[in-house]
Each structure stands twice: as C-alpha cells, then as structure tokens.
C-alpha cells in the first residue's frame, strides 16, 4: 500500500521552531517530487514549498521564504520541512504530497498524486 506520513507536528511558542518529517512506504520517493501544504480552519489548502525529485530546486511560498526550508534524504525515503521563527499565522495542518515528476510541479494540489493524513501545527503563547 502506498502511503505518506507525516510526523513532527505540534504546539510551539511564536518564535519557536518545528521540523517535520514526511515518510514514504510502499513506494520510493527517489522518482517523486514532494510539496508541503497547509489548511487552517476556514481557509483553503495553500502550498508552503516543494522539492524537485533529487533536491536540487525548490520554491516557496512568500509567506514562508526565510523562515521554513525544505529538504529531502532519498535514502531515508524521507522529506523534512524545517520550520523556523514560527507565528500563530502558520497554525494548519500541514500535509505533504507526492507527484511522479522529476522537477517540481509548483503548488496545484490536482497535481499531486499521493497525499499523507496531515499532521497539527499549533503556533501559540
């Protein structure tokens, strides 16, 4: 069965950091380029960054350049999200996704082939 997985959610202070983890079984993501996206309550899904298949590009949201980076260890078959300098506007569940592409395929969510359950990031004092 195909699955992601992602780990690493939380409560944190503003300010504070998080890094989460997205973790593959089932298939390897050598082939795959990865995007991270996030849903608050509300609020449609947004993409927050994507990977190219070897980790060689990446792009970001505006919201997050400077503060979050994206990374990717094929050998793990694992894609992390570091996420720096939070604020409570980063509250969502953060979910990761997978499309069989070798650049990256920016944040259109039909796009993506494989999606994890989400997992909670809470930003607050």
């Not at 950091?17 to 309550?41: E, H, K, M, V």
């Not at 927050?48 to 793990?76: H, L």
Request: hydrophobic fraction near 30%; proline fraction near 2%.
């Amino acid at each position: 069965q195909l699955q992601l997985v992602e780990s690493g959610g939380g409560l944190v202070q503003p300010g504070g950091s998080l890094r989460l983890s997205c973790a593959a079984s089932g298939f390897t993501l050598d082939y795959y380029a990865i995007g991270w996206f996030r849903q608050a309550p509300g609020k449609e899904r947004e993409g927050v960054s994507c990977i190219s298949s070897s980790g060689g590009s990446t792009n970001y949201a505006d919201s997050v350049k400077g503060r979050f980076t994206i990374s990717r260890d094929n050998a793990k078959n694992t894609v992390y999200l570091q996420m720096n300098s939070l604020k409570a506007e980063d509250t969502a569940i953060y979910y990761c996704a997978a499309v069989l592409s070798e650049h990256t395929v920016g944040f259109q969510i039909y796009e993506y082939d494989y999606w994890g359950q989400g997992t909670q990031v809470t930003v607050s004092s």
